[in-house]
């Protein structure tokens, strides 16, 4: 919490109803304070040019103690002087040396950080925590800000993005191919990159992110690729009338060095990021590992997987 740290300050508290046994007024008990304890200017002294007022107060030695001050001697009205502590209490309190405002209105700052777990999850929690726990008085509200406000709108924008991002790339494949049914077949290098980037996010512990999510639309691109370029040798094997066996696995063979190369350019580069632990690494950390571990899962499961859904899905066809 934001604490106000106060500094000692001195507090005189005058009763109304001892002032007016005395017939003293607020104005006359003020007028005196202000004299005796801060000082009051009483005329000016000149020299040459310049003039300075000269300060009416009590010598130190008569206002250091709470004890001092009460035995000033406040008049009354029939002339008498009576103590100030006979209408007054004083003592010392602690006050804010500093008060935080926001909007016109003063605001105390609770702060939290967040280790070892996502910032979305922490975020809906403690609220849910806090509304069932806190209860404020009618006139305080309470506020959540901080880092999580950037990623709800980051969120949103994500929400926007990859959706558009993936009709982009089905729309690029069936300009390439041409026809329905091998886009599809390209198409699953998608759920492919989906399946390495969350092994390799869950083998690190590392928690999902913007971040991540952000290194999820770089893998969907690269990770298309892998079957733009395996689709493309096995159909160009299959027009040279080879048997449809045979293209898928001359094409997988003529086809490991180029892909493999593809994934290792990528996963190499971002290797360093990937590793980091410095100032920063927070950020660009998850997209590393998504990109580095996403593009290896994504290289073994095309290889494995894209060559047998080819076969099944033209077994039955000539082509």
Same mark, same amino acid.
């Given at each position: 919490?934001?604490?106000?740290?106060?500094?000692?300050?001195?507090?005189?508290?005058?009763?109304?109803?001892?002032?007016?046994?005395?017939?003293?007024?607020?104005?006359?008990? /003020?007028?005196?304070?202000?004299?005796?304890?801060?000082?009051?200017?009483?005329? =000016?002294?000149?020299?040459?040019?310049?003039?300075?007022?000269?300060?009416?107060? $009590?010598?130190?030695?008569?206002?250091?103690?709470?004890?001092? &001050?009460?035995?000033?001697?406040?008049?009354? @009205?029939?002339?008498?002087?009576?103590?100030? /502590?006979?209408?007054?209490?004083?003592?010392?309190?602690?006050?804010?040396?500093?008060?935080?405002?926001?909007?016109? @209105?003063?605001?105390?700052?609770?702060?939290? #950080?967040?280790?070892?777990?996502?910032?979305? @999850?922490?975020?809906?929690?403690?609220?849910?925590?806090?509304?069932?726990?806190?209860?404020?008085?009618? !006139?305080?509200?309470? !506020?959540?800000?901080?880092?999580? !406000? #950037?990623?709800?709108?980051?969120?949103?924008?994500?929400?926007?993005?990859?959706?558009?991002?993936?009709?982009?790339?089905?729309?690029?494949?069936?300009? +390439?191919?041409? +026809?329905?049914?091998?886009?599809?077949?390209?198409?699953?290098?998608?759920?492919?990159?989906?399946?390495?980037?969350?092994?390799?996010?869950?083998?690190?512990? =590392?928690?999902?992110?913007?971040?991540?999510?952000?290194? $999820?639309?770089?893998?969907?691109?690269?990770?298309?690729?892998?079957?733009?370029?395996?689709?493309?040798? &096995?159909?160009?094997?299959?027009?040279?009338?080879?048997?449809?066996?045979? #293209?898928?696995?001359?094409?997988?063979?003529?086809?490991?060095?180029?892909?493999?190369? &593809?994934?290792?350019?990528?996963?190499?580069?971002?290797?360093?990021?990937?590793?980091?632990?410095?100032?920063? @690494? !927070?950020?660009?950390?998850?997209?590393?590992?998504?990109?580095?571990?996403?593009?290896?899962?994504?290289?073994?499961?095309?290889?494995?997987?894209?060559?047998?859904?080819?076969?099944?899905?033209?077994?039955?066809?000539?082509?």
């Amino acid at each position: 919490m934001y604490k106000n740290i106060g500094l000692p300050e001195l507090k005189i508290q005058l009763h109304d109803s001892k002032m007016a046994k005395y017939g003293i007024q607020t104005r006359d008990v /003020q007028a005196v304070i202000e004299m005796t304890i801060g000082g009051q200017a009483a005329t =000016t002294f000149y020299e040459g040019d310049r003039q300075f007022d000269v300060i009416l107060r $009590f010598q130190e030695a008569y206002r250091d103690t709470p004890t001092k &001050i009460g035995q000033i001697l406040i008049p009354t @009205s029939n002339g008498q002087n009576i103590p100030l /502590q006979e209408i007054a209490s004083i003592n010392y309190q602690t006050g804010p040396a500093f008060i935080y405002r926001e909007g016109n @209105s003063r605001y105390i700052g609770v702060g939290f #950080s967040i280790d070892g777990r996502d910032l979305g @999850s922490t975020i809906a929690e403690a609220k849910q925590v806090v509304a069932a726990e806190v209860s404020l008085p009618k !006139e305080n509200h309470m !506020e959540w800000a901080g880092e999580f !406000e #950037s990623k709800e709108r980051a969120a949103k924008q994500l929400a926007l993005v990859v959706p558009i991002s993936l009709v982009l790339i089905l729309l690029l494949l069936y300009a +390439n191919f041409g +026809n329905i049914k091998d886009t599809a077949i390209a198409s699953l290098t998608l759920p492919f990159a989906f399946i390495g980037g969350f092994i390799s996010l869950w083998a690190t512990g =590392t928690i999902f992110g913007i971040s991540a999510g952000i290194g $999820f639309i770089i893998l969907f691109g690269v990770a298309t690729i892998d079957g733009i370029v395996l689709i493309g040798v &096995i159909r160009d094997n299959l027009r040279h009338k080879m048997k449809l066996k045979d #293209s898928i696995i001359h094409g997988v063979r003529s086809r490991i060095r180029p892909v493999v190369m &593809i994934a290792l350019m990528g996963s190499m580069g971002l290797l360093p990021a990937a590793l980091s632990t410095g100032m920063g @690494s !927070e950020i660009q950390k998850p997209l590393a590992i998504m990109i580095v571990g996403g593009l290896l899962i994504c290289l073994v499961l095309s290889f494995t997987i894209l060559p047998v859904v080819f076969y099944l899905a033209y077994r039955k066809e000539k082509v």
